[in-house]
């Protein structure tokens, strides 16, 4: 068995480190513009424009002892950016103005992590209401790749969702566990994707308080990947259909300390 010499190993740790970008909210600077510098281009979809208050904005979390993100969206008026009417959308991303880095280009694996917490009296509905997504960046970008999904039942679940490129290789409801364990309370999650069409996916989310796993799921071949894409890219916030309006309320979902992690 070869030892890897200390050279060589501080060479392999210095490119992983540089290659992790972290957002964390800092109190300090307009929540918008201190996203969108670190994500780059103007990486946050807000319905500013039927609404004109600040959907993400930052406050100190005695919990965790930090400042966090909290995604504010409305029953009225919010809608999806003056484009669609149906839905809501206040979320966060990358694309294609961000970073090299910061998007997942075939065959690379990429680690995500982040930190979110559902108000105790958080609302599932039947239709969607997406907490995270992974989307193809250009080309067949339609339907998420994957999405993290609260949805009503009884009991409410949280599930972990798959859509391949085709019909065939779409997975469906990958993990299902309730809801019930995620409010009111801080989760530290962990994503690790390599995006091919036969792809590998791991994902585990425990609780801060205690460190209880509440949801893993993994898969070593998994369609990650579209036609015609060039890189894929993660979104977080809250997108949400307005089909479903007697299941939707006001909420506030906060999030922290976003860490994109390309793996050399």
Known sequence: ?????????????????????????DGKDDAYAHISQVLG??????????????????????????YVFIFHIHVHPDNDRCKGFDRQRVEIKTYGPSPANLKGERGKIVIYQW???????????????????????DGDDGMPIITLTPRYGNPDKIEVIHNGSAKNTSQGVL??????????TWVQVTE???????????????????????LVYSSADIDLWRNG???????WGIYR?????DYIRDE???????????LN
């Open 1 to 25: 068995m070869k030892i890897l010499s200390l050279t060589l190993l501080t060479v392999i740790i210095s490119m992983s480190v540089r290659a992790q970008v972290v957002l964390k909210a």
């Open 41 to 66: 281009g103007q990486a946050y979809e807000v319905p500013d424009c039927i609404h004109p208050v600040k959907h993400i904005t930052e406050e100190f979390d005695k919990e965790l002892n930090e």
């Open 115 to 137: 930190k979110f917490r559902l108000d105790s009296n958080f609302k599932a509905q039947p239709t969607f209401t997406h907490i995270h997504q992974i989307k193809a960046g």
């Open 175 to 184: 993990k299902s566990v309730n809801l019930v364990d995620f409010k009111g």
């Open 192 to 214: 690790k994707l390599k995006y091919d069409t036969h792809g590998t996916y791991d994902i585990e989310i425990k609780r801060i308080s205690d460190g209880k796993i509440l």
């Open 229 to 235: 894409t060039s890189f894929c890219r993660p979104k």
């Open 241 to 245: 259909s307005l089909k479903s309006p």
């Open 252 to 262: 506030n979902v906060k999030i922290a300390d976003f860490s994109i992690n390309e």
